[in-house]
């Protein structure tokens, strides 16, 4: 018999630090960035692709001078 109730949501909540150490030459080079979640079932390995992602374009923008 199946289970007439609906499933449990589970929230997935993310976190990004944006870190800007003293000697960063921010717009011109990429601060420091983390990417977290509070979901214990999320695959580490998406994170981490996900971090890498977002280090990426903002190794790209700081090439360009680009803030935004």
Not at 50 to 66: C, S
């Amino acid at each position: 018999h199946l289970n007439s109730q609906a499933p449990e949501k589970v929230a997935m909540e993310f976190t990004m630090e944006i870190q800007f150490p003293d000697n960063c030459k921010y717009p011109h080079e990429a601060p420091v960035l983390l990417l977290t979640t509070s979901c214990r079932d999320f695959p580490p390995v998406i994170l981490l692709r996900l971090t890498k992602m977002l280090v990426e374009k903002a190794r790209e923008l700081a090439l360009d001078g680009m803030s935004n």
